[in-house]
Nanobody
Framework: QVRLAESGGGLVQAGASLRLACAASGRTSFRYGMGWFRRAPEKEREFVATISWNGGNTYYADSVKDRFTISRDNAKRTITLQMNSLKPEDTAVYYC?????????????????WGQGTQVTVSS
């Protein structure tokens, strides 16, 4: 069983930055692809960013490309999402997710473990 815990959400003004973190615990080698997804009010969950097990491959949603950066520290079993130049449309609950395979994926259906989420609110 793998447990994921997100942290770092909050309320910020447009243009500000936030850094989300996700810590994995339980019986895990952490050798798998990880991702960030988000769900805005009254919208479907959407892909944000993903990273392969060794950090060699990363992919981003077009809406966050060049503003968000995903990274990981396998020794600490954590991934982070650095979010810069935040916009009101980035407001959502952000979820960390883990696959059971090494590679990254943009498809939420390919993730097996999910965190509880952390709220990010960006005011205009």
């Amino acid at each position: 069983q793998v447990r994921l815990a997100e942290s770092g959400g909050g309320l910020v003004q447009a243009g500000a930055s936030l850094r989300l973190a996700c810590a994995a615990s339980g019986r895990t080698s952490f050798r798998y692809g990880m991702g960030w997804f988000r769900r805005a009010p009254e919208k479907e969950r959407e892909f944000v960013a993903t990273i392969s097990w060794n950090g060699g491959n990363t992919y981003y949603a077009d809406s966050v490309k060049d503003r968000f950066t995903i990274s990981r520290d396998n020794a600490k079993r954590t991934i982070t999402l650095q979010m810069n130049s935040l916009k009101p449309e980035d407001t959502a609950v952000y979820y960390c997710a883990a696959r059971q395979y090494l590679d990254a994926s943009i498809r939420s259906a390919e993730y097996y473990y999910w965190g509880q989420g952390t709220q990010v609110t960006v005011s205009s």
